[in-house]
């Protein structure tokens, strides 16, 4: 199966070196300083290991045909100009996997390339890529989840479980892949609701008088939400954000929050954002997460300062 995975950060970086080193046909989409930086091969390291694997990276002009499988590992805002380029990739018997978190990608998706060639998928993984490009995986688990988004295990989903079934990480073919996406989405605006509202860890808020009910408030609130749309969180999903969010001294902080706290770039219109207009839709109240969105938005308009830090010099 020939498969082509867009970016080669974090998780595309992970995910495809652990596909290469097992012997699957896999080509990076890069752009052109990437494709410099991976010219003698990709280091990745984590837990228990530090390897260079040699990949394969082409640019948008270097696309050799259709393939047959798409991961797309790019952040949020990257998506459009990621469609876009992978048009030469792209043939009539394509399968388009997107791995981002979130959900309402799909549509895009679904509405550029037919709902048939796309579909669902979530990666649970802790990777960053660091200064000088390597990839570092940050916790020793990894797990892929996919599957059809009407549900269903097709022939097609079969063997591309068979072929993503490698080494390194764990993957799920789902019955209902839309579930796991809504539970990874609700538990992601909790966790960046929490943090970036609260300038702080998971530790820090719960140190805080009525920092508990707070934590709760927004688990309440996030999840009314996913209940609406018709994914109700399970006990377990529930249960999972119960104790990552009420863990005394925890030093959890979103990636959310951190990549607002470092000045970059962040998905929050895209985790956030996309969160509370799904819930005015549905009619839902979120005050908590709007305000959450709502700082991230302000924080943007000042450009990317950290959150916190004074707009002009102050004197003394
Ligand atoms: N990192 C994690 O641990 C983690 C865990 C779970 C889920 N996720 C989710 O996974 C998604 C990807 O995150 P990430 O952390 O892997 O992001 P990342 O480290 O920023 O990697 C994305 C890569 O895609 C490349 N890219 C973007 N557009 C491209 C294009 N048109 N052609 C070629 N390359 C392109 C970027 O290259 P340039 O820098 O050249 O633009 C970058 O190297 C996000 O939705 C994130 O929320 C991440």
Redesign the pocket.
């Known amino acids: 199966m020939r498969t082509l995975i ?7 970086g992970f995910f495809g070196t652990r596909l290469v080193r097992a012997g699957r046909d896999v080509s990076y ?3 052109a ?2 494709a410099d930086q991976l010219r003698h091969g990709l280091r990745v390291y984590g837990p228990g290991y530090d390897e260079t694997v040699p990949v394969r990276a082409l640019t ?1 002009r270097e696309l050799d045909g259709p393939y047959d499988l798409i991961l797309l ?4 805002w ?1 998506l459009d ?2 469609l876009e ?1 992978i048009t030469p990739a792209v043939g009539p018997g394509t399968t388009v996997l997107p ?3 979130g959900l309402v990608h799909l549509q895009t998706l679904n509405d550029r390339l037919g709902r048939d060639a796309v579909l669902g998928g979530i ?1 649970r ?5 660091t200064p000088e490009g390597s990839v570092r995986q940050l916790k020793p688990k990894a797990g892929l989840v996919f599957g059809e988004q009407d549900g269903g295990l097709t022939e097609r989903v079969s063997a591309i479980r068979q072929e993503l079934a490698v080494p390194g990480y764990h993957v799920t073919l789902a019955d209902d892949v839309l579930v796991a996406m809504w539970h990874k989405w609700a538990f992601i605006a909790a966790g960046a609701t929490m943090t970036c509202l609260m300038r702080g860890s998971i530790g820090s808020i719960l140190a805080a008088p009525g920092g508990r009910e707070f934590v709760l408030d927004v688990i309440d609130e996030t999840e009314r939400v996913a209940r609406a749309a018709g994914y109700p969180p399970s006990a377990a999903a529930h249960a999972a954000s119960l104790e990552m969010f009420t863990e005394e001294g925890s030093v959890f902080t979103s990636s959310l929050y951190r990549d607002v706290l470092a000045g970059h770039a962040h ?1 929050g219109e895209h985790l956030l954002g996309q969160y509370v207009a799904v819930a005015d839709r549905l009619g839902v109240d979120v005050p908590l997460t709007r305000l959450a969105l709502m700082q991230l938005r302000v924080h943007d308009q000042n450009g990317s300062r950290p959150v916190g830090a004074p707009t002009v010099a102050v004197e003394g």
């Open positions: 867009v970016g080669a950060g974090a998780t595309g989409l890069v752009h300083h990437r948008a590992m790019v952040k949020a990257s100009a990621a380029d791995l981002l978190n990666v993984v802790v990777c960053t890529v998905e």
